[in-house]
Nanobody, 121 residues
Framework: QVQLVESGGGLVQAGDSLRLSCAAS????????MGWFRQAPGKEREFVAA????????DYADSVKGRFTISRDNAKNTVYLEMNSLKPEDTAVYYC??????????????WGQGTQVTVSS
């Protein structure tokens, strides 16, 4: 089992950048596929980005492709989401998630508590 704690959210203006971090517990972080999801008020949770266990493969939602970058540091048990050129529609609670060995857009088993990102226009 793995526990996930997100940080780095906040209030920014449109066009600004923000980096989210997700710290994972345990000694098997490098075996997990890691993903970022978000949920805006009144909307369903949606996929944002994911990284394979090695970090060599990544996947992004079309809405963030070219603006967001997922990366991971397996030595630090941490996955990051670098968000650039933020838009008001990026406003949401962002969740980190982990799964063992599935596809990047597959079912995730472990979730963090979320961190709020608010982008003002």
């Amino acid at each position: 089992q793995v526990q996930l704690v997100e940080s780095g959210g906040g209030l920014v203006q449109a066009g600004d950048s923000l980096r989210l971090s997700c710290a994972a517990s345990g000694r098997t972080f490098s075996t997990y596929v890691m993903g970022w999801f978000r949920q805006a008020p009144g909307k369903e949770r949606e996929f944002v980005a994911a990284s394979s266990s090695s970090g060599r493969s990544t996947d992004y939602a079309d809405s963030v492709k070219g603006r967001f970058t997922i990366s991971r540091d397996n030595a630090k048990n941490t996955v990051y989401l670098e968000m650039n050129s933020l838009k008001p529609e990026d406003t949401a609670v962002y969740y980190c998630a982990a799964q063992r060995g599935g596809s990047l857009r597959g079912r995730y088993d472990y979730w963090g508590q979320g961190t709020q990102v608010t982008v003002s226009s």
